[in-house]
């Protein structure tokens, strides 16, 4: 049992964070203290500052592996390593009005993944576009598989090619629901997706005018949701309950998990110009093309890149140098994140701990650092991310969650601290005291802290009175809140 004393130890050290970040009023930006010395001249620390922002946190084995093969290989393995398919998650394909999707039970499979994936870059990078390319369950609806879909199509295309990933986004079904695409029609066309993907997926604002956003949602008319066989089901038994006979003609099945486009349902003319380009009739393909070719959006995706992975206010020039290697490439997303791993600030001693870490982040690091197994934690995960204001297919705008100091004020601190004590003390200790080889106390400052504590964090740690209340000080303090 965890004692009142131990509890009141984590609060102290949680409590340190408020005062790196100057407390609830200050805006986002970079942390500023002299708590400590970036170790980033060190190979050891250097590759669990990487290890740290690219999969949330290391285990022993992954950083000891990654050591030995060096900072650049690494880099290297993380982009090419092909993304690991999770195992499905039973019943999902068949969601329905009868048997919709569980949000629990999704966000407990995801959860178990992140933690457990052989390629746990690729579920960070998987993490960062849900956010970019924003959906959520509200408005999608659960008696629908398509949120389990746009998961699985966010991991494969997560390290790919913009182009393809841009037109996956488009016609993804969860994303025709999310921004009304597939009520959007030639003769009624919806401009709600038309001018997110301009505004906040590619370009950003001001960027593009009024008539753009017309002359978009009419290239983007047409499309409709897929219909898996239970799907087509629903729709015969919607037809019977208020008709009391069958649909004359049954809808049939699509075999596809993607959008179907419907060329009735399409624009028809007259011709116009979007973007800038030829007056014509833009089909959905073309209007993604033209969008790609606009010189804002390299600038625009790479600025919110290195504020996920480099620092929450990227200088211009160091936006400028990477955007331009990013659009030459024609959008390829490995070469973008190796440039951003291998540039000298991703390692500058300015930057070393200068972003917060997002509460599914903390949650995932935390499984991590403690060893918990997965099935004992995950569970605990997966109801944790909404206290802490980040519950995970649960966007609060299309425009995703916040960032970095965003996370950080005396209310989240709490729900943080919260967590942790709450888990210390429900969890077999056996489960803590038991993880398996290198978890000790040294082993966690030294791996997930790269052997680098403030004074005040250190006093806090040496009057700690065991080992459980020393791993709760830890996982509490701004130290691991940070990355």
Do not use: C
């Amino acid at each position: 049992m965890l004692s009142s004393a131990g509890a009141t130890a984590a609060g102290l050290a949680a409590a340190r964070i408020l005062t790196l970040r100057g407390g609830d009023a200050v805006p986002q930006g970079t942390v500023t203290t002299q708590d400590w010395v970036a170790p980033l001249d060190r190979p050891e620390a250097r590759m669990g500052h990487l290890l740290r922002r690219t999969t949330f946190a290391p285990t022993g084995a992954q950083l000891e592996s990654a050591l030995r093969d060096g900072y650049a290989r690494t880099v290297d393995q993380l982009i090419e390593t092909p993304a690991a398919e999770p195992p499905p998650l039973a019943g999902a394909d068949q969601a329905s009005n009868a048997a919709p999707l569980r949000l629990n039970d999704m966000r407990v499979w995801w959860l178990s993944w992140m933690l457990d994936s052989p390629t746990p870059f690729a579920e960070r990078m998987t993490l960062f576009w849900h956010g970019h390319f924003t959906s959520d369950y509200r408005k999608v609806g659960m008696q629908f598989p398509y949120l389990y879909w746009q998961n699985l199509t966010w991991r494969r295309q997560s390290l790919g090619n913009l182009h393809d990933f841009l037109m996956q986004v488009t016609i993804d079904p969860a994303m025709l629901r999310y921004l009304d695409l597939h009520q959007s029609t030639g003769r009624a066309p919806n401009e709600n997706y038309s001018r997110e993907v301009m505004e906040l997926f590619t370009m950003g604002a001001g960027t593009f005018t009024e008539n753009d956003v017309r002359n978009g949602a009419k290239a983007f008319a047409g499309w409709r949701e897929p219909l898996t066989p239970q799907l087509v089901q629903d729709r015969i038994d919607s037809v019977m309950r208020t008709s009391g006979r069958p649909p004359a003609q049954k809808p049939l099945p699509d075999t596809g998990k993607v959008g179907i486009f419907e060329r009735t349902r399409a624009f028809v003319g007259p011709a116009y110009s979007f973007l800038g380009g030829d007056f014509k009739l833009w089909d959905t393909r073309g209007a993604i093309d033209q969008i790609l070719a606009n010189d804002n959006v390299a600038p625009h995706l790479t600025k919110k890149v290195l504020r996920e992975f480099v620092t929450p206010d990227p200088p211009d020039d160091l936006v400028k140098r990477i955007a331009e290697p990013f659009r030459k490439s024609r959008y390829d997303v490995k070469t973008l994140m190796r440039d951003v791993l291998n540039s000298p600030e991703f390692s500058a001693p300015q930057y070393y701990r200068s972003l917060v870490r997002s509460p599914i982040e903390f949650l995932v690091a935390f499984a991590r650092a403690m060893e918990i197994p997965t099935a004992t934690l995950a569970p605990r995960l997966a109801v944790a991310g909404t206290p802490l204001g980040m519950g995970l297919f649960d966007m609060p705008e299309v425009g995703g969650w916040p960032t970095n100091g965003a996370w950080i004020s005396s209310a989240s601190v709490l729900q943080r601290v919260n967590f942790v004590v709450q888990t210390f003390a429900t969890i077999n200790p056996a489960t803590l005291q038991q993880p398996g080889p290198r978890s000790t106390v040294r082993d966690f400052i030294a791996r997930h802290l790269e052997n680098t504590l403030s004074p005040s964090t250190t006093e806090i740690l040496n009057a700690a009175n065991d080992d459980l209340t020393r791993r709760m000080i830890l996982a509490a303090s701004p130290e691991f809140q940070l990355k």
